[in-house]
C-alpha cells in the first residue's frame, strides 16, 4: 500500500488559500491524501479539502507559528499516519517549519519547489529553479521521508469528480516548552485584490511610477490581478513592504507579469523570472527588463496603461 | 554581550552565476562576495555590541575563498574571526552546514557563553531561509527570525517581523538565535582604517577534526537530497519589443486577447 501524504493547508479563518488547493491536486500523484490545517478549521474546510482528494482532516490546535511546537505535532502525525511525504506551500513561515520537521523526522528537505514527480521506488523528485531562475534543477530526496514546501502557482488546483468526505480529527500541539513569546500578531489588511504570492496576473510598478501607482491599479482591476512594486517603490514608501516582489520580498510566479516603470534588476528578477508571461513598460530602450519581456514596450506608461485597460475594458465589456 | 555571526561566501549576484556538472554551486568563477543579506546581520551584530558592550565574531564555513566574507565581517566592525575549512565539506546540504556552524559556535562559547548568533535572513546563492532553523535546532537555542528590527533588553531579544500574512512582535530570552532581514538596517561603508586594521587581525581557521566532527556526517556523502540535473534556463523566444506610436496600449490589449492571458 502507498504511504500517505500529508498536507499543511493554509487557510484564512477556515477557508483553505488557493496554495493549499494546489498541493492537495500536486499530492494526488503520491499516494492517499491527508490535509492538516493549524487553528481553528471546521465543516467549511473539510468540505473544501474533500473536494480537492483529502481522505482525512487533521486540525492542529492552538493556532501557533512557533515551528518547534508545530514542528514536533506534525512529526506525531507522520509516525501515526506512515506517511512519506508532508507537502506545505513555500511561505517564509512554513519554511522554518519544514526545516525543524525534516530535522526530527530524518526527512529529506526540499524548499521552493516549482514542481513534484515520482521516480521509480517512490522517490521523490522535485525541480526547482536557481539564481533568478536562469536555471532549473532536478533534485531527488535521498531519505525514505521527504518535506518539500512547492511555491504557489507550481500546479493547476483541479477538484476530483466525486468529492471525498474526510473524517476529521483535533490533534493537541504542546506550546508549553515554547520559549519564544509572540507579544503582538497583527494580519495584514486584505487589499480586495488576490493575495500576491498566490495571483496568476500581477501588475507591477517601479521606479518609473513615481510613486503615482493610479494607472498600475487600474490595469490590475481591468485584469483582476495582485499589485506588486519593486525595492525601490516600497523603500520609497509608495506602497508597503508586503508588496516587495524580489529576492528578499515576494517570490511571484504567476502566468501573466506585467511591469510598469520597472527597470529589473537582479533583485527583482530573481523575485519574478519564472512567470509565465512576461510583459514590461518603460521609457528606457536599454532598461534590463527588456532582456526577458515576451512583450516589450518602450513607452510613457502613464498613458501607454490606461489605454490598455480601456481596450480591454472595450474588448470583454460584460468585465 | 558576545555575538558570533554566521556568514557566507556566496557567487556575485551581478556575475555569471552557475553549476558545475555535479550540481553543485560553481564557486570557481572568482568573483565570489560576502552574501549581502548578511552585511544586515553584521551591521544588526556591530550595533548591538555599541549599544551594549561585548563583541561580534564572524564566522565561516567553505572553501579557501571563504575567508574574503570573514575578511569583510572584521572590516565592518567584528573583533573576531573563524573559518572552518576541510575538503570534506564540499557538498555539504543545509543540515551538514547547520551541524558544521553549531559545533564551531560551542567551540567559540568554551572562551565565554555567547548570548547571541546572528544570520542573514537567506543565502543569495541558494534563497532557502532554512539554517537560521536548523541552526537554532542544533544549539536548542529559541529563535527570532526574519527580524526587520531587532533590540536587546534585559537579556531578552525582541524583534519584528514581516511575515507573509501578518506583522509579529516576538521576544526570546537569551541566549537566542535571530535572523535579520534587510529591512534591519543599512549595512555601514568600512572606511579606510577599519580595512587597514582588518587585515591584521588573523583569521582563526578550524578544520573537522578540531571540532569533533566525522567527514561522514558532512560533504555530498551526508546530504539528504541531490541534484540530478541542473541546466540553464533556455532563453525566451519570439520576444518582441516595440516603440509606442500611440495605439501600444491597445497593442498589449491586443497580446493578452490572442494569447488568452485574460
Not at chain 1, 492542529?60 to 518547534?68: D, M, N, S
Not at chain 1, 516549482?114 to 531527488?140: I, N, Y
Request: hydrophobic letters at 45%; glycine letters at 10%.
Amino acid at each position: 500500500m502507498t504511504a500517505p501524504v500529508l498536507v499543511l493547508v493554509d487557510h484564512h479563518d477556515g477557508v483553505p488559500r488557493a496554495s493549499g488547493l494546489e498541493l492537495l491536486t500536486a499530492a494526488r500523484d503520491l499516494g492517499p491524501v491527508e490535509a492538516v490545517c493549524i487553528g481553528e478549521a471546521g465543516a467549511q474546510a473539510a468540505a473544501e479539502v474533500g473536494r480537492f482528494g483529502a481522505g482525512a482532516l487533521h486540525v492542529l490546535t492552538p493556532g501557533t507559528t512557533a515551528p518547534v511546537a508545530l514542528a514536533a505535532a506534525l512529526a506525531r502525525l507522520v509516525e501515526t499516519t506512515g506517511a512519506a511525504t508532508v507537502l506545505m506551500s513555500s511561505t517564509f513561515e512554513n519554511k522554518e517549519l519544514a526545516a525543524h520537521l525534516a530535522l526530527v523526522t530524518d526527512a529529506g528537505l526540499v524548499v521552493d519547489a516549482a514542481g513534484l514527480e515520482t521516480a521509480d521506488g517512490g522517490r521523490v523528485v522535485t525541480v526547482q529553479q536557481a539564481f533568478a531562475a536562469t536555471w532549473t534543477l532536478r533534485s531527488e530526496v535521498l531519505r525514505p521521508r521527504a518535506v518539500v514546501a512547492l511555491k504557489p502557482n507550481a500546479v493547476p488546483a483541479t477538484p476530483v469528480d466525486t468529492p471525498f468526505e474526510p473524517t476529521v480529527t483535533t490533534h493537541d500541539v504542546d506550546v508549553s516548552a515554547m520559549r519564544e513569546r509572540v507579544v503582538e500578531r497583527t494580519p495584514r489588511p486584505t487589499s480586495g485584490r488576490p493575495d500576491l504570492t498566490e495571483a496568476q496576473v500581477v501588475v507591477v510598478g517601479g521606479r518609473g511610477t513615481e510613486g503615482d501607482f493610479s494607472a498600475v491599479e487600474e490595469l490590475a482591476d481591468v485584469l483582476g490581478a495582485a499589485v506588486g512594486a519593486t525595492r525601490v517603490a516600497t523603500d520609497e514608501g509608495w506602497i508597503g513592504h508586503e508588496a516587495q516582489i524580489g529576492q528578499t520580498g515576494v517570490t511571484v510566479s504567476p502566468r501573466l507579469y506585467v511591469g510598469a516603470g520597472v527597470s529589473g534588476a537582479v533583485h527583482h528578477r530573481g523575485g519574478m523570472q519564472a512567470s509565465g508571461t512576461i510583459v514590461a513598460v518603460n521609457a528606457d530602450p536599454e532598461a534590463p527588463i527588456f532582456e526577458i519581456a515576451d512583450l516589450g514596450v518602450v513607452g510613457d506608461l502613464f498613458t501607454i496603461l490606461p489605454q490598455a485597460a480601456a481596450e480591454l475594458r472595450r474588448l470583454r465589456p460584460e468585465g | 554581550m558576545k555575538i558570533v555571526v554566521c556568514v557566507k561566501h556566496v557567487p556575485d549576484v551581478q556575475g555569471d552565476r552557475g553549476f558545475t556538472d555535479d550540481g553543485t554551486v560553481d564557486r570557481g568563477q572568482g568573483d565570489g562576495t560576502l552574501n549581502e543579506l548578511d552585511e544586515n546581520a553584521v551591521e544588526a551584530a556591530v550595533q548591538l555590541v555599541e549599544q551594549h558592550g561585548g563583541e561580534v565574531t564572524v564566522l565561516t564555513m567553505g572553501p579557501a575563498d571563504a575567508e574574503d566574507a570573514v575578511r569583510r565581517g572584521l572590516q565592518m566592525g567584528a573583533a573576531h574571526a573563524v573559518h572552518v575549512q576541510d575538503d570534506a565539506l564540499e557538498g555539504s546540504d543545509a543540515f551538514a552546514t547547520a551541524s558544521v556552524l553549531a559545533a564551531a559556535v560551542r567551540r567559540i562559547a568554551e572562551d565565554g557563553a555567547v548570548d547571541l548568533v546572528v544570520t542573514g535572513m537567506a543565502s543569495l546563492d541558494g534563497l532557502m531561509s532554512v539554517l537560521p532553523s536548523l541552526l537554532a535546532a542544533r544549539l536548542d537555542l529559541p529563535q527570532a527570525t526574519l527580524a526587520a528590527e531587532v533590540t536587546v533588553d534585559g537579556g531578552v531579544v525582541r524583534v519584528r517581523r514581516e511575515l507573509d500574512h501578518a506583522t509579529e512582535v516576538l521576544e526570546a530570552p537569551l541566549p537566542a538565535l535571530v535572523s535579520v532581514t534587510d529591512q534591519a538596517n543599512q549595512p555601514r561603508y568600512p572606511n579606510f582604517k577599519a580595512i587597514m586594521a582588518a587585515r591584521k587581525t588573523p583569521v582563526t581557521t578550524w578544520s573537522l577534526a578540531d571540532l569533533g566532527l566525522d567527514a561522514s556526517e558532512v560533504g555530498a556523502a551526508g546530504a539528504r537530497t541531490r541534484v540530478l540535473e541542473a541546466t540553464p534556463r533556455p532563453p525566451r523566444e519570439d520576444r518582441v519589443l516595440i516603440t509606442d506610436e500611440g495605439d501600444a496600449g491597445v497593442r498589449i490589449a491586443q497580446y493578452l486577447v490572442e494569447n488568452r492571458l485574460v
